[in-house]
């Protein structure tokens, strides 16, 4: 099944404690992009990705870190989490970017 | 100034009846346009997207876009209870081989019974 898988789910942390959500597509697509959604605000970009190697900024990437070292593959880091980072997260990807995004599940991540 | 704008609703509309959700975007360099449907807890999925000026029709979904005015709406003829979620506008924008896709807040969309 042609899918994105995100991991964890569910997530609570603490202030300052590293951690990364992982997010894999079994599509072949090029791009791949993190996004964060929260009420009122809609789906804001983090970071996305054109290919292997090749990332760019979004519109919040203030505290967040990604590496794209495989294809399928698209983390999303968060060194020193901060509870302002308390969101819902999702991870999405594309056959070329213009087609549209498939999206994972989504990652609910609570910082305390 | 936020690049994409929607109405946030809710918007109320009884079975059976056209909903019409609007769209406008600041950037004219948008090049193509989505809607995607987004039911409560879940993940954003597209249902229309669009690149042209004019109608795309898709089954009771309909887009209409009209760069000039930088407008693009959704209609959903007979609408159904199931059809009530949070639609959500995105806009895509490419630059070289980037590809940046900016979402407005999402229209919620209550279809009554």
């Known amino acids: 099944e042609a899918q994105v898988t995100q991991n964890p789910r569910y997530l609570i942390t603490v202030t300052g404690k590293k951690l990364t959500v992982t997010c894999s597509q079994n599509m072949n697509h090029e791009y791949m992009s993190w996004y964060r959604q929260d009420p009122g605000l809609g789906l804001r970009q983090i970071y996305y990705?054109?290919?292997?190697?090749?990332?760019d900024k979004g519109d919040v990437p203030e505290g967040y870190k990604v590496s794209r070292k495989e294809k399928r593959n698209f983390p999303l880091i968060l060194e020193s989490p901060s509870p302002n980072q308390t969101s819902l997260y999702f991870c999405?990807?594309?056959?070329?970017?213009?087609?549209?995004?498939?999206f994972g599940s989504g990652t609910r991540l609570t910082v305390v | 100034q936020k690049e994409v704008e929607q109405n946030s609703g809710p918007l109320s509309v009884p079975e059976g009846a056209i909903a019409s959700l609007n769209c406008t975007y600041s950037d004219r360099g948008s090049q193509s346009f989505f809607w995607y449907r987004q039911y409560s807890g879940k993940s954003p999925e597209l249902i229309m997207f669009?690149?042209?000026?004019g109608d795309k029709e898709d089954g009771r979904f309909t887009a209409q876009l009209n760069k000039a005015s930088q407008y693009v709406s959704l209609l959903i003829r007979d609408s159904q209870p199931s059809d009530s979620a949070t639609y959500l506008c995105a806009v895509l924008i490419s630059s070289g081989s980037a590809r940046q896709l900016t979402f407005g807040s999402g229209t919620q969309l209550t279809v009554l019974p």
């Open positions: 669009i690149y042209s000026n």
């Open positions: 990705s054109m290919n292997v190697e090749v990332t």
């Open positions: 999405a990807s594309s056959l070329s970017g213009g087609f549209g995004y498939t």
